[in-house]
C-alpha cells in the first residue's frame, strides 16, 4: 500500500512539472469517442479497400487503349492521374493501375493496423481516388463515388496527425461534421422520393417493383419479391420513416434516442445489401452513421475477441461459433423483456433513457397512422397528404434543419472547450495546444457546414434563395473537388411494369443467325440466379441498366463497345462472360431490348422476357457512318505514343496484371479484404491450421 501512495505522489509530481509526453484521458464528464472514431476510420479503409480493388480488376476494359472509354480521351480539369502519368512520364495505363494498387496497399494497411490510420493517410487515399474519379466519366457518375470523395475529405479532419490511441478534445466536432453529412444523405433520399412526384413512390407501390428493377439484384431479392402487396405497402412506409424522420434523431442530447436512429439506419442498409448488390455504398453509409453514437453501443475488439476465440481451436472451433450464434440470438430475444423491466424500473439511471425511446416509438407509430393511413378504410396503407403539404413541409422541415444544424454544431464546439478548459489533468501549454486545436478543427467544421446548406436547400429553393451569397459562392468555388455535394437515392422508380434489358448479339450476317454475348453480372440467361458480389461494383453491367432506360443517342459509349468487339479487343471482351465468337469476331453487332420479369413461384427459370426490340441496327466495321457516329462523340482519338522499351512502372503494373488475371473479380477482392482484417484476429491465435495448411 505505501509503495501504491508513493507511486501515486511521484505521478502527480511529474505531472505538475510539466510532463508532454503523457497521455491524458478525457474528463469522466465527456463521453468518450475513440472508440466510435476506431470504427469509422477502420469502415472508411475497408470502403476505399474494395472501391481501388474492384476498379483495378476492371481498369483495361473501362479506360484501356482498348476499352470502353479510354482514359487518355478524357479531358478532365485540374489534378487527375494523367497529371501524375506526365510528371512521372509513364503511360497512363500503367500509371493508373499502378495507382489503384498503391489505393489497396494502403487501404490495405490502414484497415489492418489502428497505429497507421492518421490524417496523411487519408489524404493520400483521397487524392488517389480523386485522381481516377476525373477520368473516370460515365462509369464513375454514382452518387456512393462523390460521397467517399467527401467522406474522404471529413476522415482527414477526423483522424489524428500523429498516431494516437486517446481521443482528443476535437474528436467530438469532426464527428460531427460527418454525422452531419450522414442526415444530409439520408433525408434527402427520403424526401426526393416525394418531390419526383413518381407515381410509384406516391402510390406506395415502389417496392413491388424494386427487387426486380435494381441493377444487380441478388437471390434474396427473387423472393423478397413474391412477397404480398401489403408487405411492400409496409416497406415503402418503413423507408419513409428511415429515411425522413429518423435522421433528425442524430442531434437528440440522449444517446438512447440517437442509437435507435442510427440502427434503423443500419437495418435500411442491411436489408438493401441482402437484396442488392451495391457494392461498398451500404458499408459506407453504416460507417458514417455510427459517429451519432457514443462508445458504449459499440462494441471493443476485446468482446470480439472473446466470442471468436473458439476459431482459433480450428476446424471444430468455427463450427462450436457457428452452432451457438442462433441460441445466443434466441436467447437475446427471450431476455430482452427481462433485461427491460431490470434496466428500467428496478435501475433508476436506466429508467429515462428507455422511456425516451418508448415514446419516440409511440410517436412514430401515432405519425405513420396518420399520415399513412395505417390499417383503415380497408387498405393496408395510403398516403394521406398531397404534394402542396409536402411543399409545407419542406419549407419549414428545411430551415429547422439548418437551425438545428447550428444549434447542435454551437453545443458542440462550446462542450470541447469547456472540457479542455476544466480538465485538470493536464498542464498549461498543454491546454492551450488542445484549445488551438478545437479552434482550427471548429473554423473547418463551421465552413463545411456552410457550404453543405446550398445542396441542402435544394429540397427547398425559397429557404435557397435566402441563404448569403457568399455562402452560395463558397460552395460552387469548391464544388470541383466534391468537398459536399447534393444526394438523393432512388429519386424514381424505374422497371415499372418489368426492367428493361439491353442484349448484345452478333452474327456473320445481317440477317440472323444471331448470338447473344452474356456478360458477368447482369441479367441476360433466364436459368441463371442473380449473383452475389458485394462489396463488387461492375461498373459495365450497371451502365448497361442505365443505357436500357434510354437509347443509344444519350449512351454513345455502348456503340463504341459494339465498335471494339467487332475489332475483337480483349480489353474489351474482358468484361464480357461468354464470347459467342471465340476464334474470330464477328462481322456484325446489333442490341436488342427486352423486359424481363421474375418468375413465379413454382417455375424452373429465375426470369422470363417479353419480345426484343430494336435498340440499335446491325452495325459493321465498314460502315462510314459508325465512325461518323464515333468521330462526333470523340470515341476514336489516337493515343499518346508508347515507348519501345517499357519501363520499370509498365513491367511492374503487367506483372501485377498478370498475377490476378485467372483471378475472378469478386474472389480477388474479398481476399484482399479478408487479408486486410488478418491482423485483427492475431489477438486470437488465428492458426494456419483453420485454412488447412
Keep these: 500500500m505505501g509503495v501504491k501512495v508513493m507511486d501515486e505522489t511521484q505521478e502527480t509530481q511529474k505531472t505538475k512539472k510539466g510532463d508532454l509526453t503523457r497521455r491524458v484521458e478525457p474528463p469522466p464528464s465527456c463521453p468518450s469517442s475513440s472508440r466510435v472514431k476506431n470504427w469509422f476510420l477502420c469502415l472508411m479503409a475497408l470502403c476505399h479497400l474494395a472501391a481501388f480493388a474492384s476498379l483495378y480488376t476492371q481498369w483495361p476494359g473501362l479506360y484501356g487503349i482498348g476499352g470502353v472509354m479510354p482514359a487518355h480521351q478524357a479531358s478532365p480539369r485540374g489534378f487527375s492521374v494523367k497529371t501524375i502519368a506526365q510528371v512521372l512520364d509513364t503511360p497512363l495505363q500503367a500509371t493508373a493501375e499502378m495507382v489503384c494498387v498503391l489505393g489497396v496497399v ?257 410517436g412514430s407509430g401515432y405519425l405513420l397512422r396518420t399520415l399513412f393511413n395505417l390499417g383503415q378504410d380497408g387498405k393496408c396503407a395510403s398516403i394521406t397528404f398531397g404534394y402542396s403539404e409536402l411543399q409545407w413541409f419542406l419549407s419549414h422541415a ?96 424505374t422497371g415499372v411494369g418489368g426492367r428493361p434489358e439491353v442484349v448484345i448479339e452478333g452474327s456473320d450476317v445481317s440477317k440472323g443467325g444471331w448470338k447473344e454475348y452474356e456478360f458477368f453480372y447482369k441479367p441476360g ?21 442505365f443505357a436500357a432506360l434510354g437509347s443509344y443517342d444519350y449512351n454513345p459509349w455502348i456503340i463504341h463497345m459494339a465498335y471494339q468487339m467487332l475489332s475483337n479487343s480483349t480489353d474489351t471482351l474482358s468484361l464480357i462472360k461468354h464470347n459467342p465468337f471465340p476464334d474470330r469476331p464477328p462481322k456484325f453487332i446489333r442490341a436488342v431490348k427486352y423486359t424481363y420479369h421474375y418468375t413465379k413461384l413454382g417455375e424452373a427459370d429465375w426470369w422470363t422476357r417479353d419480345s426484343p426490340e430494336e435498340y440499335f441496327p446491325p452495325i459493321a466495321l465498314y460502315q462510314p457512318t459508325l465512325k461518323e457516329f464515333l468521330e462526333y462523340h470523340g470515341f476514336l482519338t489516337s493515343p499518346p505514343p508508347s515507348p519501345n522499351t517499357p519501363g520499370q512502372l509498365e513491367l511492374l503494373a503487367s506483372g501485377f496484371r498478370a498475377a490476378i488475371s485467372r483471378c475472378d473479380s469478386v474472389v480477388f477482392i474479398w481476399t484482399v479484404c479478408l487479408a486486410a482484417m488478418l491482423p485483427h484476429f492475431k489477438a486470437m491465435r488465428f492458426r494456419f491450421s483453420l485454412f488447412g495448411i
Design 106 to 362: 494502403v487501404a490495405g494497411l490502414l484497415t489492418a493496423f489502428p497505429a497507421m490510420r492518421v490524417s496523411p493517410a487519408y489524404a493520400l487515399l483521397g487524392g488517389l481516388y480523386f485522381s481516377v474519379y476525373q477520368v473516370g466519366r460515365t462509369f464513375m457518375w454514382f452518387q456512393w463515388d462523390i460521397l467517399l470523395l467527401e467522406a474522404t475529405f471529413l476522415s482527414v479532419l477526423v483522424a489524428p496527425l500523429f498516431p494516437n490511441k486517446s481521443g482528443s478534445p476535437q474528436d467530438s466536432i469532426s464527428l460531427w461534421v460527418v454525422r452531419w453529412l450522414s442526415f444530409r444523405l439520408m433525408f434527402a433520399s427520403g424526401v426526393v422520393k416525394l418531390t419526383s412526384n413518381c407515381p410509384a413512390w406516391w402510390g406506395l407501390t415502389a417496392m413491388n417493383w424494386h427487387y426486380e428493377s435494381q441493377c444487380v439484384p441478388t437471390p434474396l431479392a427473387w423472393y423478397a419479391h413474391q412477397t404480398p402487396d401489403c408487405i411492400h405497402q409496409l416497406e415503402t412506409v418503413g423507408a419513409y420513416l428511415i429515411e425522413i424522420i429518423f435522421p433528425f434523431l442524430f442531434f437528440v442530447p440522449v444517446p438512447a434516442i440517437r442509437a435507435l436512429g442510427v440502427y434503423a439506419q443500419v437495418f435500411l442498409m442491411m436489408a438493401i445489401m441482402l437484396t442488392g448488390n451495391y457494392n461498398f455504398f451500404n458499408i459506407l453509409t453504416c460507417a458514417l452513421c455510427i459517429t451519432s453514437l457514443d462508445d458504449s453501443h459499440l462494441p471493443a475488439a476485446s468482446t470480439l475477441i472473446k466470442y471468436l476465440s473458439p476459431i482459433s481451436n480450428g476446424g471444430l472451433g468455427a463450427l462450436a461459433v457457428l452452432v451457438k450464434l442462433p441460441w445466443r440470438i434466441l436467447k437475446s430475444v427471450v431476455m430482452a423483456p427481462v433485461k427491460f423491466v431490470k434496466n428500467t424500473w428496478m435501475n433508476p439511471k436506466g429508467c429515462l433513457p428507455t422511456l425516451s425511446v418508448l415514446l419516440t416509438l409511440f
Design 398 to 493: 428545411v430551415p429547422c434543419s439548418i437551425v438545428l444544424g447550428v444549434m447542435s454544431l454551437c453545443g458542440t464546439v462550446v462542450v470541447a472547450m469547456v472540457t479542455v478548459v476544466t480538465n485538470n489533468n493536464t498542464t498549461r501549454w498543454r491546454k492551450l495546444g488542445e484549445l488551438v486545436q478545437v479552434y482550427l478543427v471548429s473554423c473547418v467544421a463551421i465552413s463545411l457546414f456552410a457550404i453543405s446548406l446550398n445542396p441542402l436547400t435544394e429540397l427547398d429553393k425559397e429557404t435557397q434563395n435566402k441563404l448569403p451569397l457568399s455562402v452560395q459562392t463558397l460552395y460552387h468555388r469548391s464544388q470541383p473537388y466534391h468537398l459536399t455535394n447534393s444526394y438523393g437515392l432512388f429519386r424514381s422508380m
Design 525 to 545: 440467361n433466364l436459368k441463371r440466379a442473380p449473383p452475389v458480389v458485394i462489396p463488387h461494383q461492375p461498373r459495365l453491367d450497371w451502365q448497361m441498366w
